[in-house]
């Protein structure tokens, strides 16, 4: 997958967001899209709140979605792009997926501390750790346009928005 080819994924997953959730950051507007190929898989948004679900992040629900439509729940060689780093959650569920590429948009560092769970696990750690010497995670591809949809991490977020707190 090139570099170019990259940026069209998650081109295509930056305006899967803002069609489905638009721009402000409270209604955590995060898609991921799965590729296989040159082909997409599936895509899907966050709905946590919309269905009450926590493990309703996008890239779970790209990921059932993506099984579903494979018919396996194993997508081996498959890349999921994702409009902002995926947290603990979403990249144990890619490794039980299979993918082989984790490709995100912006980064921890981009957004605000409140989108993820732990102060010194990252999810680079998760795939170092994991019994899977064949998955690759990247990020930074759109960065900049991908975090403009987020918290960044000099805003001042009610604690009644914060998933962490
Ligand atoms: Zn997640």
């Not at 998955?135 to 009644?160: H, I, K, M, N």
Request: charged letters at 25%.
């Amino acid at each position: 997958m090139s570099k170019a080819d990259d940026e069209k994924w998650m081109r295509a997953a930056f305006e899967h967001a803002v069609a489905e959730k638009g721009t402000d950051p409270s209604d955590t507007p995060i898609a991921a899209i799965l590729v296989l190929g040159d082909k997409e898989i599936a895509r899907g948004v966050n709905h946590t709140a919309e269905c009450c679900d926590a493990t309703a992040h996008a890239e779970v629900v790209t990921l059932r979605a993506g099984g579903a439509a494979y018919g396996d729940m194993r997508i081996e060689g498959a890349t999921l792009y994702s409009t902002l780093q995926p947290c603990g959650m979403c990249t144990f569920a890619s490794i039980w997926a299979g993918v082989s590429r984790i490709v995100y948009g912006a980064g921890r560092d981009d957004v605000h501390e409140m989108y993820f769970e732990d102060r010194h696990l990252s999810t680079l750690d998760f795939v170092a750790d994991a019994y899977k010497d064949d998955l690759t995670l990247e990020g930074g591809v759109l960065a900049d346009e991908c975090a403009q949809l987020y918290f960044r991490p000099w805003d001042d977020v009610p604690e009644d928005q914060q998933a962490n707190d």
